[in-house]
């Protein structure tokens, strides 16, 4: 992530892919910037969120839309069918399926207010896009 320590930038630099010209690790580009690199931290919620087979991910994201929090719940059951999450090798896969069910009740009980729906939307989202990931290898802190 990039951070100003001491009045200057630090971040990974990005070179050469999808610049349109090469560029060289702190040089600047041909708009006079320099490109760098910046992840996003993600909260235990959002790193629990299982990687699931692109199929499944859809399903979850349909319920969710029309019913907060069921994609959800049945996204924390892929947990335990062996589904991965960033958090599993940190917190274990019982942690993480009671963190999945945690979020689909807060969607549930929030709905009401309208915050519970656009979260479980957004939520059946990141789960689409987590499977896409998946399917074309690229790593998931993306």
């Known amino acids: 992530m990039a951070q100003k320590e001491g009045g200057t930038e630090q971040g990974r630099v990005k070179t050469g892919d999808n610049l349109g010209a090469k560029a060289m690790a702190g040089a600047p580009i041909a708009g006079g ?6 992840r996003e931290k993600k909260g235990p919620l959002r790193a629990a969120i ?5 199929p499944l991910a859809v399903i979850c994201l349909f319920l969710n839309t029309f019913i ?28 993480v399926f009671w963190l999945n069910v ?19 939307i957004f939520w059946g989202m990141d789960m689409v896009i987590l499977a896409s990931c ?6 998931q802190d993306v």
């Open 102 to 120: 945690a979020a689909a009740l807060i969607q549930i009980l929030t709905a009401v207010i309208m915050v519970g729906w656009i979260m479980s």
């Open 50 to 54: 299982p990687t699931m087979p692109f």
């Open 33 to 38: 910037g320099v490109v760098v690199e910046v």
């Open 134 to 139: 998946r399917d074309q290898g690229v790593p």
């Open 68 to 95: 907060p929090g069921l994609g959800t719940f049945i996204s924390a059951f892929t947990v335990l069918c062996g589904a991965r999450s960033e958090l599993i090798s940190e917190k274990g896969v019982c942690c």
